[in-house]
């Protein structure tokens, strides 16, 4: 949901957009089936990039290893077992280096408010401290943007929303499931987000 709107405003505000999407051994690989029929829809260019090798670095994620997805509301205590170690400064590395190697002037980058609290790699701090590294760090300057940074879910989706855009093109949910199961954190926040907009979510749900 997050990077499906954040590439629309990207493309809202007039850029050129280059797709990228990681394959990092999530359970819920399916949220790249989506990203790439969204790419093919907008004829925009979209690399999957296959990086599943770190997880023989990366240990203790929910989202990778052999560990229940925490259900409910999104509370620090459940949900910090889904935290990654390092992914977003991983993945927002590689991002940096694929613009300096075409030339591209930024980065876009879906953190928002809602995941600060459990997520270190999403606090303003995080990111300000990226984006002045990503300045320095190749001859050629790249910006990180973050137009969400400030925002919670709720107003990502009224965002998208008010862009017109359709939400049965994403895909939110943690478990690899043929449906949406409606229990892991990130179901209750996409419909919490949904109910508060006043809109039917589009996909199915299993529950």
Known sequence: MDSYTVLHRALRDGHDVYALSFHYGQKHAKELDYAARVCTKLSIPHKVVD??????????????????????????????????????????????????????????????????????????EFVRKMNDVSLIANYEPVRIEVPYLDNDKIEILADGLRMGLDYADTWTCYEGRELACGKCGACVERLEAFTKNQVADPIPYQS
């Open 51 to 124: 990086i599943r090798a770190i997880n023989q670095l990366l240990a203790g994620s929910s989202l990778t290893d052999d560990i229940d997805i925490p259900q409910g509301h999104y509370e620090e205590a459940s949900m910090k077992s889904t935290v990654v170690p390092n992914r977003n400064m991983i993945l927002l590395s590689l991002a940096i280096g694929y613009a300096v190697s075409i030339e591209a002037e930024a980065v876009y980058y879906g953190a928002h408010s809602g995941d600060h609290a459990i997520y270190p790699d999403c606090r303003p």
